[in-house]
């Protein structure tokens, strides 16, 4: 996923977020308003999910074809840090 890519699903999550926040005004079905948050998290796991897959292929691979041990064992411990948080 490019920058452009990423960007054009946020904007259309972002636009969903609005559209939660409209439902929650009008008072809508808490249930129908419930299954919107969970498309809009699937959404989000979506990008973040291509997002680090993109790093993975791109800086992390450099890295270790780089023979950067430094900067691989840096990013190493940053990859884990952050698939730690998402498996909370």
Known sequence: MRNAAALKRL????GQVRGLAKMVE???YCMDV???????????RGVSQELMHQHLE??????VAQGDTTRER???????????????
């Open 34 to 44: 419930l299954m919107q948050i969970a498309a809009v998290q699937q959404a989000l």
């Open 11 to 14: 904007k259309r999550i972002e």
């Open 26 to 28: 009008e008072d809508r």
């Open 58 to 63: 791109h800086c992390v691979h450099d890295a």
């Open 74 to 88: 840096k990013l190493y411990k940053e990859m884990l840090d952050l698939i730690y948080k998402y498996s909370r």
